[in-house]
């Protein structure tokens, strides 16, 4: 079908399951353009390459691979790569969830985020299964969602996180970021030079008890929809930390004397 634009990205690399079967599952939606990063960029958060030329291989009809990062890709379609600015931005399918804080080094999530600075309307969506299992049931979870929010659009800022679990979802659940307890120590161990190195993020993440949580959502087997708010601003605590405004001025006017 022609019509509207619809960039698809991810950060498992132009080449994965998950992005084809996002791809296909949001074809009747509008045009679809995959611009996505030519090898897997998980973790890679919302890194821009600002000091090396980008390079874009066409590996299909409306699919390109870029030597860059998730956000590049965003940043590259949408500021003049395709050919009108595309309507929705969807990053995925991601090889793997992503719940709670999980989000703050996505770089699935990122391409989203990228999307919505760029003022256009995005979505990220994450499968339980890292193996790339049932990615058709995520697929349609994902032209779901994405078909009501190119009607209904999302507040100023706003982008949707959705998590779809390894089965097919028993319904749909909006959902809060959940939070993860940090209880796992950075692995140290020795090379065969006799040298230390260290390992992170070698054990499961375990998550706090909150029933209204993603992770809680995706646990009992629904997919979860979160809004996220790109301003990560505390408007509580910027209230209640006013008086630091003072005490702060006059110790640095002290300093100058
Ligand atoms: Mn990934």
Redesign the pocket.
Known sequence: MSGAVILVTN??GVHAAGLAALARALEPLGEVYVVAPDR?Q?AVGHALTLHRPLRVETVGERRYAVNGTPSDCVNLAVLGFLPERPVLVASGI???ANLGEDVTYS??VSAAMEGTLLGVTSMAVSQSDPDGSGFEAAGEVAAAVAARLLVEGLPPRTLLNVNVPREAPRGVKLARLGHRVYSEKALRETDPRGRPYYWIGAGPPVWEEDGESDIAAVHDGYAAVTPLHLDLTHHGALRAMSAWEGGLTALLKKRKR
């Open positions: 950060d498992d897997e998980s991601n090889h793997g770089g699935t």
